[in-house]
């Protein structure tokens, strides 16, 4: 399989109104290829436990000792499992990968590894085994440089102090870079790091001997900068159409005052928002397709305006996150990972505490033909009936997510005041029934929805004619 098309958002504490940092992600791939949602319980083993792919091969040991952490694997492991994003019991929250593209200079230099770590094994090997956001990053960094990776890929890492991005440019080189507290950064499928500063060990690290690779392999096309994304990215036309607009619209909803090109290659990886960034505009923007502009596929906007860029919440979309680590507070119920099954902008985010130890039974399910009882496919099932008569439909689901995001911040307001009281197992299984409760309710409302959709559309077909009913 071919994963390359998500789009990412990072916050940082202080960009936030309430100090959350937040890392978020659509993951894309096909349209019709179903999400789970699970727990992995705490585990610990007698004897060192490899991991193997199904998909390329990749084998490395594990620790004995494995932390609980949230996933959501793909309905089959065909092509490897593709965990994807979770919060583990430290709350540390990863979600891999932004699918990025290393030009045809390094890899010359340092090829991709065939039987490497790919997306696919990421989550399973790294963030289970990390008690901070950093950890993670070094984690991975080493098994890049160790055993090379078979794609290039950003990653994002967050705890309750920092939010971390980590880019791989070549089978063995890496770097990655702090979010810094008062901004943010949203990324499409590119390189997305600009200029390293090897003496600042607080918010970059990288790779042992990169300089040394760049230097002896003449890879830097810059006389006075070591800038990450003009040395391992690509600069080609897709860049143009397919990746720097969504970087561009992420950049126009939160400093709407800098004026900008969609089709620059020089838009900043780090921003700074003109306004605190909310749980909201995180969704939003994952949930976006250039709202406001020409260039949105259901606006008003010429056809060839509403074609000409890839949006960046779309049909291929398998399931949308945002990961918000919350400060002052058990990690428990610190960590919220909003969830939305399916396409962002005709789904729901419901919130699910990083303390849980179970998630519902409708997401377990689902393969690759509809199950009317897979929460992936209850969601998907809306974005097919709304598609085939937008404009009449939307309003009708535009009124159902509005009162669904009112519902579930209500739920998180009130399980907190709950939660605060509450510690250990009796905390656990609290924030459990509060889960179920609100994937249930999101389920029970679509299926709702999409009764009426149904219905609404036995009078939209076209061999419709408005008669009078007095004849």
Known sequence: ??????????????????????????????????????????????????????????????????????????????????????????????????????????????????DGIGEEAMITVVLPYVKSARDGVALLGQIVEHYGTSESNGILFADQQEAWYLETGAGHYWVAQRIPDNGYAVVANQMAIQDIDFKDHENFMFARHLREFVTTNHLNPDRDRFCWRNIFGTQDQSDLYYNTPRVWYGQRCFNPEVAQDPQSFDLPFIQYADHLLTIDDAQGYLSSHFE???????????????????????????????????????????????????????????????????????????????????????????SVLLDAHYQSAWPTVSAVQKELRIAFKQAVQHADVVGQQLSGTELNQYLTQQANENAALGIRRYRELAATLITQATDLGPLNYHQDLNL
Not at 86 to 97: D, L, Y
Not at 303 to 308: I, S, V
Request: hydrophobic share 35%; proline share 8%.
């Open 292 to 382: 406001g502009t020409p260039y949105d596929p259901v606006g008003a906007g010429t056809p060839d305006e509403r074609k000409r860029f890839r949006p960046v919440s779309l049909a291929k979309t398998q399931e949308s996150h945002v990961l918000q680590l919350r400060p002052n507070m058990d990690p428990a119920f610190a960590g919220i990972q909003w969830l939305a099954m399916g396409v962002g902008a005709q789904s729901v985010y419901v919130p699910f505490y990083a303390g849980i130890e179970s998630t519902p039974t409708a997401y377990h399910l689902g393969k690759a033909t509809y199950d009317a009882d897979s929460a992936y496919w209850v969601y998907k099932l809306v």
């Open 1 to 114: 399989m071919n994963y390359s098309a998500c789009t990412s958002i990072l916050i940082g504490a202080q960009a936030s109104t309430d100090g959350s940092v937040m890392i978020g992600r659509n993951e894309d791939a096909k349209a019709a290829w179903p999400k789970h949602f699970i727990v992995h319980p705490a585990a610990t083993a007698t004897t060192p436990q490899p991991f193997v792919s199904t998909d390329n091969g990749f084998t490395m040991p594990l620790p004995q000792s494995a932390a609980k952490y949230t996933a959501t694997p793909e309905w089959t492991d065909k092509y490897g499992l593709f965990e994807e994003d979770g919060i583990n019991e430290f709350g540390v929250a990863m979600s891999a990968t932004e699918s990025t593209y290393s030009n045809e200079r390094v890899l010359g230099a340092d090829p991709l590894v065939k």
